[in-house]
């Protein structure tokens, strides 16, 4: 459905904005591209199809309508956002993007729940995936 080789980028202010980043995305898949700000998403984003910003500025329910339409959806989906909780429930696959390269690729419950990975690469570990101990009364 969609490959990318060897890719690069430089603005002419910026340089090495994207580097060499490699993927494929097979048909149906759901992806999440993660990452802090000034990574490279939205680069990656316009160089692949000039899509505008998947969740920004939604109250909660059109967020919760719009996850329902993806995860229903049998298109393939490419999904870039800070909101992880939203990657957890849609994606079933992550790429992790930083300093314009690919850091991480794979199961999102395992990459997002690598704590260590996440900071080291300015993210937060969703809090669902932050076990949750209930008080004895």
């Known amino acids: ?17 994207l580097k060499d980043i490699a993927f494929e995305v097979t048909p149906g898949q759901r992806v999440g591209l993660i990452g802090p700000n ?3 998403k939205t680069t990656l984003f316009l160089i692949i199809c000039g899509m505008l910003k998947p969740s920004a500025n939604l109250d909660i329910r059109s967020r919760r309508r719009l996850i329902r339409l993806l995860q229903s959806s049998a298109e393939t989906i490419l999904v ?12 079933e696959r992550v790429i992790l993007i930083d300093e314009g390269r690919i850091v991480a690729d794979g199961d999102p419950r395992e990459i997002m729940g690598n704590e260590q990975l ?8 969703p809090h669902s995936l932050i076990p949750h101990q209930i008080p004895h009364h």
């Not at 459905?1 to 904005?17: I, K, Q």
């Not at 870039?80 to 994606?91: K, P, Q, R, T």
């Not at 900071?119 to 570990?125: R, T, W």
């Open 38 to 40: 000034g990574a490279g």
């Open 80 to 91: 870039a956002s800070h909101d992880l909780e939203l990657i957890l429930e849609v994606c």
């Open 1 to 17: 459905m969609l490959t990318a080789a060897g890719l690069w980028f430089s603005y002419p202010d910026t340089p090495c904005v």
């Open 118 to 125: 996440m900071e080291a690469h300015g993210q937060e570990k």
